[in-house]
């Protein structure tokens, strides 16, 4: 995790410890990223440049705006039905930095990790079903994998 993020959130929540959070390193993101290109159907010859390829398949949330005055991720996982119970990759796609870390902490601390204007994000959940991609501008994006539907 940048360390000017973790700066930031505790000067905005003075006392406030950063959340847990674990930096995945190279060799375990591409097993992850791996097994996500299979989990969400993409070709192999695209999984090189898997991240923008997850994106461009997530389906926009036209009604989700994360610049919005009341946005939440944990609003977006209920309504579209992604379980949030567990671990997710938070991968900064502007400065390629990705931590592992609780999706509850990610939606309570949203704010303070994604910046408005300068952070593309993607959010995995590590059990391969979803993501939700949010774009510098606030746009919204959900993909489900193959193991939410039948059979898979």
């Known amino acids: 995790?940048?360390?000017?993020?973790?700066?930031?959130?505790?000067?905005?929540?003075?006392?406030?410890?950063?959340?847990?959070?674990?930096?995945?390193?190279?060799?375990?993101?591409?097993?992850?990223y791996d097994a996500a290109a299979k989990a969400f159907g993409v070709n192999r010859e695209h999984a090189s440049n898997l991240t923008p390829v997850l994106v461009s398949l997530a389906h926009p949330l036209p009604d989700a705006d994360a610049e919005a005055d009341g946005f939440s991720l944990e609003h977006i996982a209920s309504r579209h039905g992604l379980d949030d119970g567990g671990n997710v990759l938070l991968h900064q796609l502007n400065w390629n930095e990705t931590d592992e870390m609780h999706f509850a902490d990610v939606?309570?601390?949203?704010?303070?990790?994604?910046?408005?204007?300068?952070?593309?994000?993607?959010?995995?959940?590590?059990?391969?079903?979803?993501?939700i991609a949010v774009r510098h501008w606030g746009e919204v994006k959900v993909l489900k994998s193959s193991h939410d539907a039948p059979g898979g």
């Open 1 to 32: 995790m940048d360390p000017h993020r973790a700066h930031c959130l505790r000067e905005a929540h003075p006392g406030a410890e950063f959340p847990w959070h674990r930096p995945v390193a190279a060799p375990e993101l591409r097993e992850i």
């Open 107 to 131: 939606c309570r601390h949203f704010q303070d990790l994604w910046y408005p204007a300068a952070d593309d994000t993607l959010i995995l959940d590590m059990g391969l079903r979803w993501l």
